[in-house]
Every structure is written in structure tokens, then in C-alpha cells.
């Protein structure tokens, strides 16, 4: 028989925390027969509005909905309010026996204030990621994860990581040959390398750069393995060095070393995973003059070696 996953939709739902993973099991059955079957499940039999406008009508009511084997919880703007999100909190409530429920971004919410979560490790996006480990302080919230696994649980941090996490199921169902083949046929990676950190940071950095700062992130990308003193870097915003120390820690709440230190780490992340190189030719090819250092600074900020690292995920 098909796993049934019921694909939850609500009114401002994030289209593509609902369309990312309902594709990577419609191409599985494309390449599975009947490995899935796939379920709108919605508040009621109407016509409900994504965040970017299309319409969605639910195959099937929350009341008439039947037993499903996965359920999936997208983001939306709807479920970080408990008002309107009280339909689907309490819904999940009376189906917490499913053999797995998982959530896409902001969905997380919906899950976490059942209570489910408690005690557990979650994930979503790396913006709201504060808000909610404020809001349910018994979830371990990680803000750097592309998803999480604890139990029968699952979470997604935003958007596109929903196709991470259902790739990721499919695997568990079908195999990792099958899970290849869909991720091969949607042009997308089976499995991404590093946290979200590595995208969140340097966009961050963007997002809220301004004048001087203006594309400061993208000279201190290109020239990892250079000089990146405070006083190079101040020299690049034209400014003195008392003066950048003090703007760039006021807009982005933290000195000019440590965000060198934060893309330089991400940067050696992706070339362990993704090249040959040892791990001492990516630590000075990042700007570390030593290896030993290196090593320390990885640990402490990604809670593994290097060299594990390496051997897990090259």
C-alpha cells in the first residue's frame, strides 16, 4: 500500500513549504509507482490563499481526514499566531500517534505549541529561530540545522530545506538509489553540506549593509586566504579604524574578527565536504596560518573536528 501524507494547507501558507516536498514524493511515485499517496488536508473544503496569492483547494476537512502514515506541516504567517493557528494546534493534538509528523519553517510553531516538541531538538528558519526558543522555551531550538530528526519528529529550517527533509524520508522509505534519482531529476542536492549558517550570515550581512559597508562581505569572500585585518577591512569601507570598529559592531551587533572567523569557518565547511583537500591545506586556504588553531576554532564552533568532519561528509 502507498504511504498516505497528509500535506497540511491553511490561508497564508508558504507556497513552497507546501509544493517543495509534496514534488520530491510526486516525482518518487514517478519513479516508485504508487510509493505515496499525497493529501491536502485543510481547515475546510474551500479555496485557501498562499503567501504569494495562488489558491489551493484541500482534497479532504481536518474532521474527515483519515489515518495518514507522515504529516506535513508547511510555514506561514497564520501559524506564528495562535488565534489563527488554533485549528491546525489542535488538530495534531488528536493525531500525535502518527508514525511521523514533520514540519517545513515556521510550521515548527504549530508543532511546538502542541507540546510535542518539549524536551526535544527543532529546528526552523534562521530568522525566527530567537522568537521561537523565546516562545517555547522546552524545545532545544537550533538556528543553524537544515532539518532534524528527534524521534518521530521531524523540522526543517525555511523554505528550500523542506526538499532536504523530504528527500531525506524518501531515502528512509525507498533507499538512497531511489532518493538520488528524485534529487537528480529536481536538479537539487541530496544532501547539503553545512547549516544554514553558511547561507544566513553572509546574506544577513548583505540584507543590512549600507553605504561604506556595501559589498564589504563579498571582497572578504574573495580574499579568505588574504590579510583580513581590521585595518585592511577599514581601509575597503574608507573609513578610520576607531570609527569602522565602532559603526560595523553598532549595525551588526558583533566586531569585524568574529564575522571574518564566521566565513572563514563556513567557507573551510564547504571545501572539506565538497574537494580532496586535507584539512591543513583548508585551514591556510582560508587564512589560517595555523592548523592548530584551525582545529580549535572549527570544534568550538560547529561542535566537531575537522577531521571528522572530513571523513563524514566528503
Not at 7 to 36: K, R
Not at 104 to 123: E, F, K, N, Q, S
Not at 275 to 304: C, E, H, L, P, W
Amino acid at each position: 500500500m502507498p504511504r498516505r501524507i497528509g500535506l497540511i494547507c491553511f490561508d497564508t501558507v508558504t507556497a513552497l513549504d507546501l509544493t517543495g516536498p509534496a514534488e520530491v514524493f510526486s516525482m518518487a511515485n514517478e519513479l516508485c509507482a504508487n510509493a505515496y499517496e499525497l493529501i491536502l488536508v485543510g481547515p475546510a473544503l474551500k479555496p485557501l490563499r498562499t503567501d504569494t496569492g495562488v489558491r489551493v483547494l484541500p482534497d479532504i476537512a481536518f474532521h474527515d481526514a483519515p489515518q495518514l502514515d507522515t504529516i506535513f506541516i508547511p510555514g506561514g504567517a497564520a501559524l506564528r499566531d495562535p488565534l489563527t493557528a488554533a485549528p491546525v494546534i489542535d488538530w495534531l493534538r488528536r493525531r500525535r500517534q502518527t508514525r511521523r509528523i514533520a514540519s517545513v519553517c515556521t510550521g515548527m510553531y504549530a508543532l511546538a505549541a502542541t507540546g510535542l516538541l518539549d524536551g526535544r531538538r527543532a529546528t526552523t528558519h534562521w530568522r525566527w529561530a530567537s522568537d521561537a526558543a523565546r516562545r517555547f522555551p522546552k524545545v532545544s531550538v537550533d538556528p543553524d540545522a537544515i532539518f532534524i530528526q528527534d524521534g518521530n519528529l521531524y523540522t526543517s529550517a525555511g523554505v528550500t530545506a523542506g526538499i532536504d527533509l523530504a528527500l531525506a524520508l524518501v531515502e528512509s522509505d525507498l533507499g538512497r538509489p531511489l532518493a538520488l534519482s528524485v534529487a537528480r531529476e529536481l536538479v537539487v542536492y541530496i544532501k547539503r553540506s553545512g547549516g544554514q549558517l553558511q547561507f544566513s550570515e553572509p546574506l544577513r550581512f548583505e540584507v543590512r549593509a549600507a553605504d561604506r559597508f556595501s559589498g564589504l562581505t563579498n571582497f572578504i569572500v574573495a580574499n579568505l586566504g588574504k590579510d583580513l585585518s581590521v585595518e585592511v577591512l577599514a581601509d575597503q569601507a574608507g573609513l578610520c579604524v576607531r570609527h569602522f570598529r565602532r559603526r560595523f559592531r553598532a549595525v551588526f551587533g558583533m566586531p569585524p574578527a568574529t564575522y571574518v572567523e564566521l566565513l572563514r569557518l563556513d567557507e573551510s565547511r564547504r571545501r572539506l565536504s565538497s574537494s580532496r583537500r586535507t584539512v591543513d591545506s583548508v585551514a591556510a586556504s582560508v587564512g589560517y596560518r595555523s592548523a592548530d588553531a584551525f582545529r580549535r576554532a572549527f570544534q568550538r564552533r560547529f561542535g566537531i573536528a575537522p577531521s571528522l568532519y572530513l571523513e563524514r561528509f566528503s
